[in-house]
């Protein structure tokens, strides 16, 4: 059974900086394929990013491209997301998410076989 712990949410003014963090216990994380989600008040969850096993390949919503940067440190268990240029309707509930890597990268929630209790992430205009 994989744990899911993420960390690094708060308060920031538009235009600042943040990055969460995930740490990993109870299986063997090089072996997953790890993403982020979020979830907004009254809103779908929707996928934020995605990370191979390896870290050489990254998938990121369309929404978050080009401010989003994904990555990870196996050594540390760890996946990080660092979030730049963030904006109000980036407020969320970031979840922290894994799958098993033969499966491959998804964008979908529900393929995914474990999950955090996710961390919030506000955003002041």
Not at 43 to 63: H, L, M, N, Q
Not at 85 to 113: H, I
Request: glycine share 12%.
């Amino acid at each position: 059974q994989v744990q899911l712990v993420e960390s690094g949410g708060g308060l920031v003014q538009a235009g600042g900086s943040l990055r969460l963090s995930c740490a990993a216990s109870g299986g063997t994380f090089s072996s997953y394929v790890m993403g982020w989600f979020r979830q907004a008040p009254g809103k779908e969850r929707e996928f934020v990013a995605t990370i191979v096993w390896s870290g050489s390949k990254t998938y990121y919503a369309d929404s978050v491209k080009g401010r989003f940067t994904m990555s990870r440190d196996n050594a540390k268990n760890t996946v990080y997301l660092q979030m730049s240029g963030l904006k109000p309707e980036d407020t969320a509930v970031y979840y922290c998410v894994a799958r098993r890597s033969s499966a491959g990268m998804t964008t979908y929630f529900s393929q995914y076989d474990y999950w955090g209790q996710g961390t919030q992430v506000t955003v002041s205009s």
